[in-house]
């Protein structure tokens, strides 16, 4: 079974350049996450999708960042115009629809760096 | 709210030692799933462990296992038989069991195993 994958891995931009990720989670999860891991810190999720509606993105920076994910598939991260503080790794996870465990299953990440 | 605290910013082990990585949470939900997740130095989050909080027994999968004290609020990892592959960050996160799935995770622990 194919893992999450990610691209690109690694992405170095200037600031106020914009920049998008993209995330293909493992066929049949219906839930997708992103999550923005800062070095030296554990993930923090941005925004929760269930097939193509969003569920939570409260900690999403609206004003700079969105997602979409058409089809309720393949999902990409936008960062327009990116910030010195968004150098970070940024995950995708993916996830089935119950179970007990519902274990959420991540990708190899994107590392961005903003100078 | 949800709030995962790991006390330990890294621990060094002798191979072949048993090791216990610290974890704390505090939650407000009534049911709620507890996890652990190994991140190697190529980044990607394995999963490793779950334990549900209305789970009788504590969970245990090959050499992990989970010491689950409810009344305390912990949920500490146990590593038997340390091995040098088990050197990497790992994360403690919970997820209530209803509503939104999102993990939220602790700080890390960098494990690091001496040959």
């Known amino acids: 079974e194919a893992g999450v994958a990610q691209s690109p891995r690694y992405k170095i931009i200037e600031k106020r350049q914009s920049v998008a990720f993209w995330c293909n989670p493992i066929s049949g999860h219906a839930t997708l996450y992103w999550y923005q891991q800062i070095l030296g810190q554990g993930p923090k999720l941005l925004i929760q999708f269930q097939n193509n509606g969003v569920v939570d993105d409260s900690q999403l920076p609206k004003d700079r960042f969105s997602a979409e994910r058409l089809k309720g598939v393949d999902s990409t991260l936008k960062i327009q115009p990116a910030k010195l503080e968004d150098s970070a790794v940024y995950l995708c996870?993916?996830?089935?629809?119950?179970?007990?465990?519902?274990?959420?299953?991540f990708g190899p990440g994107t590392r961005l760096t903003v100078l | 709210a949800q709030k995962i605290t790991q006390t330990q910013p890294g621990m060094f082990v002798q191979e072949k030692e048993a090791v216990t990585l610290d974890c704390t949470y505090d939650?407000?939900?009534?049911?709620?799933?507890l996890f652990w997740y190994k991140q190697p130095s190529s980044g990607e989050m394995i999963f490793l462990i779950y334990q549900g909080s209305y789970d009788q027994q504590n969970a245990t999968e090959g050499r992990y296992s989970l010491n689950f004290q409810k009344a305390r609020k912990s949920a500490n990892l146990v590593i038997s038989a340390s091995q040098l592959g088990d050197s990497a960050m790992y994360f403690c996160a919970m997820r209530a069991i209803q509503g939104a799935q999102k993990l939220v995770f602790g700080q890390g622990t960098r494990l690091t195993i001496n040959p």
């Open positions: 996870a993916s996830s089935l629809v119950g179970g007990r465990v519902n274990e959420q299953f």
């Open positions: 939650t407000s939900d009534p049911s709620y799933g």
